[in-house]
């Protein structure tokens, strides 16, 4: 079903918005939110209170995409689960991906720090719109859904060694990107 | 959590809200097959062969080159005749107020470019009031364009007139991810025409020019005499579409089962990545210990040794220029761009630090 048909659904508050929505995106949501919570039973949760959260929104809003607004609203949610704590003792994955972006970002030191987070997000935004479609993707999968590398080197056909140094690549870029223009976090 | 990991959470946290385009154009990407890739390697390789055994088959018509492009390679026959597919007779003209720009013939592949480009100036501003004549009477070519190298298209109604600050927020997210290495040289003044003439070449670092689309963009900021000043204000433009094809050959290095990094060689440049390690990250770490603090030069993996040893024994010498990068965790990225053109079944082995990767046997 066309993502505007799923929208119509919502708007008239129809239940199979619900059961289109899920057997449409429901596999990729639930990879999310597992991706960050690394619990299976949570990430069913967060996805189901996606699916509510949706149904609340629609109407009045009307996504111009779908799968997007989705993937925001439970990777809000996953994030909210996720006790950095026990992740940071039993689940690395996460914060590999953590310690990664990290490399992004300038020294805190050799910067001031006056920028509101919108404007941070525009350089990002702009850096990825410069790249190259296949690196951006790779970017997004590593760092916004959050995807094993493993799992992103098979995808992709690299050796993980080849998308290892793609990835630190592509954060060294950002992360003088973010330094000509003096962005702290 | 530690701190880095917190400031990484929190970056994680930050791009949750990046424009939904960019998220969904993430999922909907679809990679070529891995299969696919690991047939064009090979492919790739097969290419040269093809090439050399056509060159000696059969005559074909190939792109005579330019004088400035003669003057400055000095190919001979062979290597016209194999790097046919490398130079190509462009003809784009750009008029920009009153100043034309024209690419005459571009030579390269899909990472460097070597560009052939007129720049003819009004008439109300001959050359020869621009330039000075040396003791030997010959003109002093003292006078170059300032440019960029954009992926895209720009025409130049879109930058006519701007001021550099206004020029510089035009270019926000129009240049190239990693940028390059640029080079530029006045070759020639015709003062009957009142165009000066020049070498410019670019090589991207990283990824391919091809890679960000069919359309190349070169932009002249301004024009200055040695002093810096503008005698041209620019800003002019002119974009095509490069054709330029040549052979590369793309190796992997690997040590005990590991792919370690990655060579990349064509007629123009060799490129080396080391990916990151911890037995280079503990070699850095002891020679730190050892002499303090590192500049890259000193550090212990900085500057592999590297050369391209041809077949008949003796080392390629037209490496011109190097460039890369070193990291503390020992990754390396590192550039020789050649200043003559190498003939790629001339090449016998790469070295690469302890790593030898053979090209051809000779046989």
């Known amino acids: 079903m066309e993502d505007d048909s799923i929208i119509d659904l919502y708007w008239q508050r129809s239940e199979e918005a619900i ?27 967060c996805v189901n209170d996606a699916y509510h959260a949706a149904w609340n929104s629609m109407p009045p809003q009307r996504p111009s995409y779908l799968l997007p607004f989705l993937a925001q ?107 000509q223009e003096g962005v702290e976090l | 959590m530690n701190d880095n990991s917190q400031r990484g959470a929190a970056l994680f946290a930050l791009i949750q809200d990046l424009e939904p385009d960019l998220i969904q154009a993430a999922a909907d990407f679809v990679p070529p097959c891995p299969s696919v890739r690991r047939q064009r390697r090979r492919g790739l390789i097969g290419l040269v062969a093809g090439v050399l055994l056509l060159a000696g088959a059969c005559a074909y018509a190939v792109v005579e080159w330019s004088d400035l492009f003669r003057d400055h390679f000095q190919p001979s026959t062979v290597v016209i005749e194999q790097l046919r597919d490398s130079v190509e007779a462009v003809g784009a003209t750009a008029v920009c107020g009153d100043y034309i720009l024209t690419i005459n013939q571009t030579l390269g592949d899909s990472y460097t470019i070597y560009l052939d480009l007129d720049i003819t100036f009004p008439a109300s501003q001959p050359l020869w009031e621009l330039l000075q004549r040396d003791a030997a009477g010959e003109w002093d070519l003292s006078i170059l364009p300032w440019v960029d190298f954009l992926p895209g298209r720009i025409a130049y109604e879109e930058v006519a007139g701007l001021n550099p600050e206004q020029l510089e927020d035009f270019l926000q997210g129009r240049r190239f991810g990693g940028g390059g290495s640029l080079n530029i040289e006045a070759a020639g003044a015709d003062m009957e025409t009142n165009t000066l003439s020049c070498l410019i070449s670019f090589t991207k670092r990283g990824d391919s020019i ?120 020992g990754y390396v990225n590192y550039r020789l761009i050649f200043n003559e053109i190498l003939l790629l079944d001339q090449v016998a082995s790469i070295q690469v630090g302890d790593y030898t990767i053979i090209v051809n046997s000779g046989e």
Do not use: M
């Open chain 1, 73 to 179: 609203i439970t990777r809000r949610l996953a994030l909210g689960r996720l006790d950095y704590e026990r992740a940071q003792k039993r689940d690395v994955r996460l914060t590999l991906v953590f310690d990664e972006l990290a490399d992004c970002l300038p020294a805190a030191a050799s910067v001031d720090s006056q920028w509101e987070d919108g404007q941070i997000l525009a350089v990002i935004g702009r850096f990825l719109r410069s790249l190259p479609a296949e690196q951006r993707a790779v970017f997004l999968c590593r760092y916004w859904y959050a995807e094993p590398l493993a799992d992103l080197a098979s995808r992709f056909g690299y050796s993980q060694s080849k998308l290892k140094s793609l990835l630190y690549r592509l954060r060294r870029q950002l992360r003088s990107e973010l330094e």
């Open chain 2, 210 to 329: 091809s890679s960000y689309g069919p359309w190349l963009t070169l932009l002249v900021r301004e024009i200055n005499d040695p002093s810096g000043q503008a005698v041209a204000p620019g800003p002019y433009v002119i974009s095509w579409q490069p054709q330029n094809i040549s052979p590369q050959l793309e190796y992997v290095i690997s040590d005990s089962g590991q792919e370690v990094g990655q060579v990349l060689l064509s007629s123009f440049r060799l490129e080396v990545e080391l990916y990151p390690s911890e037995q280079r990250a503990a070699a850095y770490a002891a020679a730190k210990a050892e002499q303090g603090e590192l500049t890259f030069g000193s550090k212990p993996y900085s500057y592999p040794q590297v050369s391209v040893t041809l077949l008949d024994g003796s080392h390629f010498t037209g490496p011109g220029s190097f460039g890369g990068t070193a990291s503390d965790d």
């Open chain 1, 19 to 45: 059961t289109a929505t899920a057997d449409k995106y429901g596999q990729r949501l639930q990879g999310l939110a597992f991706n960050i919570t690394h619990s299976r039973p949570t990430a069913e949760e």
